[in-house]
């Protein structure tokens, strides 16, 4: 089901999973809107997905591939941060 086919009364129930979800779709704004609503108050979205340079064309493998800088701002802005963990693969997973 796509991000945009959730019906408005699945919203706020559940917490939420994305692990290397964004870089498999073309509407990656969607499906971060969705799993926002879909997060029950004070719910737990863990969040894990890969950041590659833009210069690092031959490690581009996916559709999407949003900047790190992005990410920081949008779980910075809507999440409280409980656990960050950054290895040499420089993915980036939160919790």
């Not at 950041?51 to 992005?70: E, G, K, N, T």
Request: hydrophobic share 40%.
């Amino acid at each position: 089901m796509g991000a945009e086919e959730i019906h408005s009364s699945h919203y706020g129930k559940y917490d939420v999973v994305m692990i290397n979800c964004i870089e498999h779709t073309f509407r990656a704004f969607a499906t971060l809107t969705a799993a926002y609503r879909l997060l029950k108050p004070n719910g737990i979205f863990i969040f894990q997905e890969r950041s590659v340079r833009y210069d690092a064309a031959d490690q581009i493998f996916h559709p999407v591939r949003l900047s790190i800088h992005f990410f920081e701002w949008f779980l910075d802005m809507l999440y409280t941060e409980m656990y960050q963990f950054e290895d040499i693969t420089h993915e980036m997973d939160r919790r």
